[in-house]
């Protein structure tokens, strides 16, 4: 049974500190996104990739959130520095094509 | 006014029950409208997919878009404990390749 990974799943750190959260996408799937969701926003577009290349990053906080797929196995969000706004879940997507996404178990931040 | 409109809830219910679930949105150019469910301290599911309008039906479940009136609904028959979750609505504009989600709604079915 195929499904995304998320690592860590839970992660608490100190403001200011650097966080960075791994995906690996279902073997295959070309298409990856990354949300992040809160009681308040509900689930937000960060960013998405296709064939590795970042099509839309448009939702992402540009100074200090960057997105990158090194590989088509891994994804990675990076905060950097992370301030307590910043607490919330992270969830990783992948699909074939954007209507189909199945996600990750998301992990859970918060930043003291 | 965020594009997508979704009642948090929560909303309970017995079981057995039939269950509304609703969104509203803004942009009329939304085209593609999904239902997603997600259980606490998972990811969510597509349970739903539909483009453009009208109903489609899929077991206990059918989702019903009504574009005149920008509303979108979910119906839950006989409802179960299991089917007790969040659940968010999701929608497109053509060519968009992106979801804009509601805010969800947490649903509880009583035993």
């Known amino acids: 049974d195929a499904r995304v990974t998320q690592t860590p799943r839970d992660k608490v750190t100190e403001m200011g500190q650097e966080v960075t959260m791994r995906c690996q996408p279902i073997l295959g799937h070309n298409t990856v996104f990354w949300y992040r969701q809160t009681m308040m926003q509900g689930l937000e577009l960060l960013a998405y990739f296709r064939n590795r290349a970042p099509l839309d990053d448009s939702g992402m906080p540009k100074d200090r959130f960057s997105a990158e797929m090194p590989d088509a196995t891994l994804a990675t969000l990076k905060i950097q520095p992370s301030e307590p706004r910043d607490s919330a879940v992270y969830f990783c997507?992948?699909?074939?094509?954007?209507?189909?996404?199945?996600f990750g178990p998301g992990t859970r931040l918060t930043v003291l | 006014q965020k594009e997508v409109e979704q009642d948090p809830g929560p909303l309970s219910v017995p079981e057995g029950a039939i269950v509304s679930l609703n969104c509203t949105y803004s942009?009329?150019?939304?085209?593609?409208f999904m239902w997603y469910r997600q259980y606490s301290r998972k990811g969510p599911e597509l349970l739903m997919y539909?483009?453009?309008?009208g109903n489609k039906e899929d077991g206990r479940f059918t989702a019903q878009v009504d574009k005149s009136s920008k509303y979108i609904s979910l119906f839950i028959r006989d409802s179960q404990p299991s089917d007790s979750a969040t659940y968010l609505c999701?929608?497109?504009?053509?060519?968009?390749?992106?979801?804009?989600f509601g805010q969800g709604t947490r649903l509880t079915i009583n035993p």
């Open positions: 942009n009329s150019a939304f085209q593609y």
């Open positions: 999701a929608m497109s504009l053509q060519g968009a390749q992106k979801l804009v």
């Open positions: 997507a992948s699909g074939l094509s954007w209507d189909t996404q199945y």
């Open positions: 539909t483009y453009s309008s």
